[in-house]
């Protein structure tokens, strides 16, 4: 029996690791799954690993103290992956409640096991991970249920006070767009925006029970979405007088599986709004645009000089209507196109073309999107970690190349892109090969999720590191003044 509680306390102990994975997974069931997968297919090591894992367990039928080497084994895997992490797990009320949850159906299978079946003690550590997901899905139906009562009173609020409301929406370039339109809008409007990325329904409402104010003329929110449904939840709760799509892309690909169902996710922000803000370089939106001129007012955005749209940004240049005028944006601002959409945002609402164009040169750049600094040793480094996308991470490094010029050398640091289903490999080969073009250009791959990819770029000009602060290290050392560091994406640091 002792062995039975022995186990099942060691057991317990390794909850820690997969409920702090589980926070960092937004709650989500079957991540902690997928994390697992990531780390096998990563490091075959691993696979191996938990292979002796499993084994070593199931051998308590017939050696009893193999649970509780299994469970000591389980402790320590992921071998790479830290048990506490560089971001701890933050005790939450939804943390303490999941974990609640988690360890009355570790309890009963305990003591199952003691009551029934003593030499099965192993097979508590095998069940640790789908337990733990058993208690995400329990929990995440639940969680829904309760956050309800935020989300009535986020929409008597927003009764209350009556902004106008704009939405935004995209695969990428969301929160950008955002940052931008808000800037273009509060050159007329009392105009909030949902905080950072808030960008679901618990996170909206947050942001409208804590921030929206009498007086406020227009509420912007951020819409994301992991698959159909979502966004059309939230137009529910916050209704759009203005809705804005800023591209279809690879991100999320894994968990939507099509960009078909991409574009359908997207879109269900669209129905409610009577303005709707549209990228027509995307084929799907250029079609949706001209599907929407009978029963809305549509304003297309293009980034490609000679469009036929409404609004199109290009260097130096603002098309509204075919009139041009000339604009300078700073530095720090990104994708024309993300500008062309804010453009549009704005002058739904009424804003003044003149405003528009005056307020422009001082838009606001994104933190760590594309976000640019120089140390004193005249290096030159771009910061692009909260960007995860293939066209975001080609902008970056275009950047990087302007920023060094004839002379400078390129420092790519990065672990590769994720969430991109099966064209993963191939965007992370693409982006390797794309920062090795030149020998001024040297790729460091941080960690091994996409390490197998990302070698695909010129050899002699690969390093791979472990870990970020290495390959920061090794890459700032290196660096001569007039030289660009890149850092492009961040995962969490319990990916591989």
Same mark, same amino acid.
């Given at each position: 029996?002792?062995?039975?509680?022995?186990?099942?306390?060691?057991t317990?102990?390794?909850?820690?690791?997969?409920?702090?994975?589980?926070?960092?997974?937004?709650?989500?069931?079957s991540?902690?799954?997928?994390?697992?997968?990531?780390?096998v297919?990563?490091?075959?090591?691993?696979?191996?690993?938990?292979?002796?894992?499993?084994?070593?367990?199931l051998?308590?039928?017939?050696?009893?103290?193999?649970?509780?080497?299994?469970?000591?084994?389980?402790l320590?895997?992921p071998?790479?992956?830290s048990?506490?992490?560089?971001?701890?797990?933050?005790?939450?009320?939804?943390?303490?409640?999941?974990?609640?949850?988690?360890?009355?159906?570790?309890?009963?299978?305990?003591?199952?096991?003691?009551?029934?079946?003593?030499?099965?003690?192993?097979?508590?550590?095998?069940?640790?991970?789908?337990?733990?997901?058993?208690?995400?899905?329990i929990?995440?139906?639940?969680?829904?249920s309760?956050?309800?009562?935020?989300?009535?009173?986020?929409?008597?609020?927003?009764?209350?006070v009556?902004p106008?409301?704009?939405?935004?929406?995209?695969?990428?370039?969301?929160?950008?767009?955002?940052n931008?339109?808000?800037?273009?809008?509060?050159?007329?409007?009392?105009?909030?925006?949902?905080?950072?990325?808030?960008n679901?329904?618990?996170?909206?409402?947050?942001?409208?029970?804590?921030?929206?104010?009498?007086?406020?003329?227009?509420?912007?929110?951020?819409?994301?979405t992991?698959?159909?449904?979502?966004i059309?939840?939230?137009?529910?709760?916050f209704?759009?007088?203005?809705?804005?799509?800023?591209?279809i892309?690879?991100?999320?690909?894994?968990?939507?599986?099509?960009?078909?169902?991409?574009?359908?996710?997207?879109?269900?922000?669209?129905p409610?709004?009577?303005?709707?803000?549209?990228?027509?370089?995307?084929?799907?939106?250029?079609?949706?645009?001209?599907?929407?001129?009978?029963?809305?007012?549509?304003?297309?955005?293009?980034?490609v000089?000679?469009?036929?749209?409404?609004?199109?940004?290009?260097?130096?240049?603002?098309?509204i209507?075919?009139?041009?005028?000339?604009?300078?944006?700073?530095?720090?601002?990104?994708?024309?196109?993300?500008?062309?959409?804010?453009?549009?945002?704005?002058?739904?609402?009424?804003?003044?073309?003149?405003?528009?164009?005056?307020?422009?040169?001082?838009?606001p750049?994104t933190?760590?999107?594309?976000?640019?600094?120089? $140390? *004193? #040793?005249? +290096?030159?480094?771009v910061?692009?970690?909260?960007?995860? &996308?293939?066209?975001? !991470?080609? /902008? @970056?490094?275009?950047?990087a190349?302007?920023?060094?010029?004839?002379?400078?050398?390129?420092?790519?640091? $990065? *672990? #590769?892109? +994720?969430?991109?289903?099966?064209?993963?490999a191939?965007? &992370?080969?693409e982006? !390797?090969? /794309? @920062?090795?073009?030149?020998?001024?250009?040297q790729?460091?791959?941080?960690?091994?999720?996409?390490?197998?990819a990302?070698?695909?770029?010129?050899?002699?000009?690969?390093?791979?590191?472990?870990?970020?602060?290495a !390959?920061?290290?090794?890459a700032?050392?290196?660096?001569?003044?007039?030289?660009?560091?890149?850092?492009?994406?961040?995962?969490?640091?319990?990916?591989?």
């Amino acid at each position: 029996m002792w062995i039975v509680l022995v186990t099942s306390a060691l057991t317990l102990v390794s909850y820690y690791r997969w409920l702090r994975v589980a926070q960092r997974e937004h709650y989500e069931p079957s991540r902690l799954f997928a994390v697992e997968w990531i780390w096998v297919k990563a490091r075959p090591v691993e696979a191996i690993l938990l292979g002796a894992v499993i084994v070593v367990c199931l051998a308590s039928f017939v050696l009893p103290y193999g649970a509780l080497i299994g469970a000591l084994l389980f402790l320590g895997w992921p071998v790479g992956m830290s048990f506490a992490g560089a971001k701890r797990l933050v005790w939450t009320d939804r943390v303490k409640r999941l974990a609640g949850v988690l360890f009355v159906l570790h309890a009963l299978v305990t003591l199952l096991i003691a009551l029934l079946a003593p030499t099965a003690a192993g097979l508590l550590p095998i069940l640790a991970v789908p337990l733990a997901e058993a208690a995400l899905a329990i929990m995440w139906p639940v969680e829904r249920s309760m956050a309800k009562k935020w989300q009535v009173q986020a929409a008597a609020t927003i009764k209350k006070v009556n902004p106008r409301i704009v939405a935004i929406t995209g695969s990428y370039g969301k929160t950008s767009t955002k940052n931008y339109a808000t800037h273009l809008m509060q050159g007329r409007w009392s105009t909030l925006a949902s905080p950072a990325s808030f960008n679901n329904a618990m996170g909206l409402s947050r942001a409208v029970n804590d921030r929206l104010q009498p007086g406020t003329d227009i509420f912007v929110a951020e819409m994301g979405t992991y698959g159909p449904g979502e966004i059309a939840e939230l137009t529910e709760i916050f209704p759009p007088e203005v809705a804005a799509i800023t591209t279809i892309g690879e991100a999320h690909l894994e968990r939507m599986k099509s960009r078909e169902t991409i574009v359908k996710a997207k879109s269900e922000i669209l129905p409610m709004a009577a303005t709707v803000v549209l990228n027509i370089d995307v084929p799907e939106l250029a079609l949706i645009a001209e599907n929407l001129r009978a029963s809305k007012r549509v304003i297309a955005c293009s980034a490609v000089p000679g469009t036929d749209a409404e609004v199109v940004v290009t260097d130096g240049a603002l098309t509204i209507n075919n009139e041009t005028y000339a604009v300078e944006l700073p530095d720090e601002v990104g994708h024309p196109i993300n500008v062309a959409i804010a453009v549009g945002l704005a002058l739904a609402v009424e804003v003044p073309i003149e405003t528009i164009t005056q307020r422009l040169a001082s838009i606001p750049g994104t933190p760590h999107r594309a976000e640019t600094n120089k $140390t *004193p #040793g005249g +290096v030159w480094v771009v910061d692009d970690t909260f960007n995860s &996308n293939p066209t975001g !991470a080609a /902008a @970056a490094l275009d950047k990087a190349k302007r920023l060094a010029g004839e002379s400078g050398t390129v420092w790519t640091i $990065t *672990p #590769g892109m +994720v969430e991109l289903g099966t064209e993963q490999a191939a965007r &992370n080969i693409e982006f !390797a090969q /794309a @920062a090795t073009a030149s020998d001024k250009m040297q790729l460091c791959i941080v960690g091994r999720t996409n390490r197998k990819a990302l070698r695909a770029g010129e050899p002699a000009r690969t390093i791979a590191f472990d870990s970020r602060k290495a !390959a920061a290290d090794h890459a700032l050392t290196a660096a001569k003044e007039g030289d660009v560091v890149l850092y492009e994406n961040d995962l969490p640091d319990h990916y591989a």
